[in-house]
């Protein structure tokens, strides 16, 4: 066991530190989320972005009600607490109120695909100059698991055991191909924080989707695929794999439209912007 | 000889052994230590070759690691991560 | 004084404005659209905005984005919106923002969902329900100074009657008692400095894992006991004497008023009392002025709600009787035969049978 390194303390030997464990934007660590949860991965995009553009004073979020809601207890953000699927319609009396300030709403599937998707589709319909994040898990997972509107065909939840029927329970909603269109829709993009490259890549998407607001180009939609191992019902460590290969397949990352023009083929964000 | 470019501290005591970084780092120098903690999670330990890339940090939803690289590479003996 | 003969949608946009608000979000419906309509002309060159939301529910949700950044801002509906708005309505009071709500209900049905609220939980609204046009630009201003004083809604009760009568009137800005400054307002600026805002329905606190839902409901509690203690408003008139008392409210007491005056004049020995604030209710008020009465007979248009209220306040001192009903006009906007002097008149001379106030 010689060759295992200490990583209980910084090292001895002169080093730079290049990483900080949590985001600046952040109040602590300590959260109750499940291990192998995607949501704080997806929060550290949002965090960092916030930062990366200068409006962590100028910057209120408008919180969803799902697991994620639990993280507002360590966001250093001022926050308004809506209740299930109507924050884009509080982000949008903010904004029409403070229109100086970046608006962001943080939903989960069940949020803004079940309860709430008329608010978000007339948000962008109208162009509100907000930007919507949606993390997309495919289940309920607050509740312990159970189908929602971007559940994939074929998945098992607990209200859908032997795996969603198309026939039986419907098809699930492609949100980015349903939003991007609109007219309002300045910018909308998937990302996905299975792997580093996917969270990295997910983070030029929001800081993107968080300038076009600024701009004032109109609505903004980010939609993050984050692991729900609880709610799928595998082991945390097959999480990743899971999303990239079940969920990925119906939800297709990448930018959809890029200054209010939709792209032929979903593309990654340019990495230096 | 194993050359190290970074490393990284790991916040054990809140981990809770989702085991997300041990595939997330690139020179595959995280694995699983069978060391268990508080929580009764197990938690990762690092092997010589860390690059500093920060992947593991990325990928950590309980925010337990911190990434430094070095002014100067770490040279360490043996065979660092195993094959 | 510059009165100018106005409805009461038009005079209840002016009279929030001159009382600050700069945010309306409303979705048409019959009899307040023209309170909407209203808003959308007058708002905007107030500085202020009027979106056309896409149903109630997006409306309020609008309303409590733009009350939660420190703006004056308002909704409204007939009940049957408010009904969808009522899970906001529920959650806006636990978070503690100063919205002010209109009902132009169709008639007075909407009694028990202004009073007992159709929302969940234990929650209170403060319900001003103005007797005329002239009043309800008191109300209006009234209304967005106590949802800032108490940080709760309140809400307008109005009706066709209220919304579509012209009066000449003058809309005047009013002042108030100087209120604390907003320094709970989410305007952006508390972020990065480890003190953020978190402008919360369920008592979450930033820094602070999980919730206290016992405490913080108790907190409410307290705040809502405390309004219930300093905010009953009532009127009344005639009492000395009187046998018959008649209890009205908004509209109806408008011809409850005018009935009673008549009936006072040729020495008949009726009162009237109004309650001003539908919750709280004026109950105490109400059990003294019915203290010598030997009924009361109560006046609304619905199958009788308040009367509830009257009853619990009279705590059986004297019977208590309903005299008014449902009454619609066809199209269900409550409009009905029952608001009509000679018809009310009858009503309150058939109650006073066996009162004793016609000695």
Excluded at chain 1, 63 to 70: E, F, S
Excluded at chain 1, 82 to 95: I, N
Excluded at chain 1, 226 to 244: A, H, K, Q, S, V
Aim: aromatic share 6%.
């Amino acid at each position: 066991m010689s060759d295992i390194i200490r990583t209980d303390r910084p090292p001895e030997a002169a080093a730079r530190k290049t990483g900080e464990f949590m985001p600046t934007l952040q109040l602590s660590t300590d959260h109750d989320l499940c291990p192998g949860c995607g949501e704080p991965l997806a929060l550290r995009t949002v965090l960092e972005s916030i930062v990366d553009l200068g409006m962590s004073q100028q910057c209120v979020g408008v919180i969803g009600i799902g697991c994620y809601t639990a993280l507002t207890s360590i966001m250093d953000v001022d926050l308004i607490q809506a209740l299930h699927g109507r924050a884009p319609s509080v982000a949008t009396g903010s904004k029409r109120m403070r229109p100086e300030t970046l608006i962001f709403t943080l939903q989960g599937d069940g949020d803004m695909a079940n309860e709430g998707l008329q608010e978000v589709i007339h948000t962008a319909a109208r162009g509100e100059s907000v930007t919507c994040i949606l993390l997309n898990n495919g289940v309920f997972g607050e509740t312990g698991g159970h189908m929602t509107a971007t559940t994939v065909i074929g998945q098992r939840t607990k209200n859908s055991l032997d795996g969603r029927d198309a026939a039986y329970h419907g098809h699930p909603i492609d949100m980015i191909g349903l939003l991007a269109p609109l007219g309002g829709t300045a910018y909308a993009a998937r990302g996905s924080v299975h792997d580093a490259a996917g969270v990295a890549k997910t983070r030029r998407m929001v800081r993107r989707a968080f300038e076009a607001q600024l701009r004032g180009d109109g609505f903004s939609i980010v939609e993050i695929l984050t692991m729900c191992p609880t709610g799928w019902f595998i082991p945390t460590e097959e999480g990743p794999d899971y999303l990239d290969t079940v969920m990925g397949e119906i939800h297709v990352t990448g930018e959809w439209k890029r200054d209010g023009q939709l792209l032929q083929q979903a593309a990654d964000p340019p990495e230096a912007d | 000889m194993i050359e190290s470019r970074g490393t990284v501290v790991i916040a054990a005591e809140r981990c809770k052994g989702c085991e997300l970084c041990i595939p997330a780092c690139p020179p595959k120098v995280l694995r699983m230590s069978g060391e268990r903690n508080a929580i009764g999670a197990e938690v990762p330990e690092l092997l010589a070759g860390c690059t500093g890339c920060g992947a593991c940090l990325l990928v950590c939803p309980d925010f337990c690691f911190e990434i430094y690289r070095f002014e100067t590479p770490q040279t360490h003996p043996g065979a660092g991560a195993a094959s | 004084m510059t009165r100018r003969l106005m409805e009461g949608s038009e005079a209840m946009a002016e009279a929030a404005i001159a009382a600050g608000c700069r945010f309306f979000a409303g979705y048409p419906m019959t009899p307040f659209t023209e309170l909407l309509e209203n808003f959308a002309a007058k708002l905007p060159t107030a500085g202020g905005t009027c979106i056309n939301a896409e149903s109630e529910l997006e409306a309020v949700g609008m309303a409590w984005g733009a009350c939660a950044t420190g703006a004056r801002a308002a909704t409204g509906s007939t009940g049957q919106g408010l009904s969808l708005m009522q899970e906001s309505l529920s959650e806006i009071t636990r978070a503690e923002l100063p919205l002010v709500v209109f009902n132009m209900a169709r008639g007075q049905s909407d009694y028990y969902q202004a009073t007992r609220g159709g929302g969940h939980g234990d929650y209170r609204h403060l319900v001003l329900a103005p007797i005329d046009v002239n009043e309800a630009i008191h109300h209006v201003q009234l209304a967005f100074h106590l949802a800032d004083h108490w940080r709760n809604p309140v809400l307008i009760y109005g009706d066709y009657l209220l919304g579509h009568t012209a009066e000449a009137v003058d809309v005047v800005r009013e002042g108030f008692d100087p209120l604390p400054e907003k320094d709970w307002a989410v305007d952006g600026s508390r972020g990065g400095g480890g003190d953020p805002r978190n402008l919360n329905p369920i008592g979450m606190v930033p820094g602070i894992k999980g919730i206290d839902p016992d405490s913080f409901w108790k907190r409410l509690q307290a705040k809502h006991d405390a309004m219930e203690a300093a905010e009953k408003r009532f009127d009344q008139e005639h009492l000395e004497d009187a046998e018959l008392l008649v209890v009205a409210f908004g509209s109806m007491a408008r011809f409850a008023r005018h009935v009673v005056r008549e009936l006072r004049a040729e020495g008949v020995r009726v009162g009237y009392f109004r309650p001003i604030t539908l919750w709280p209710f004026p109950s105490e008020a109400l059990a003294q002025a019915a203290a010598g009465v030997r009924k009361v007979a109560v006046l609304e248009q619905n199958a009788g709600q308040m009367i509830d209220d009257v009853r619990l306040s009279v705590l059986g001192a004297a019977p208590v009787a309903p005299i008014g009903g449902i009454s619609s006009d066809s199209a269900g906007f409550g409009v009905g035969p029952l608001l009509d002097i000679e018809t009310i008149r009858g009503r309150v001379e058939n109650a006073l049978d066996g009162s004793g106030a016609r000695a």
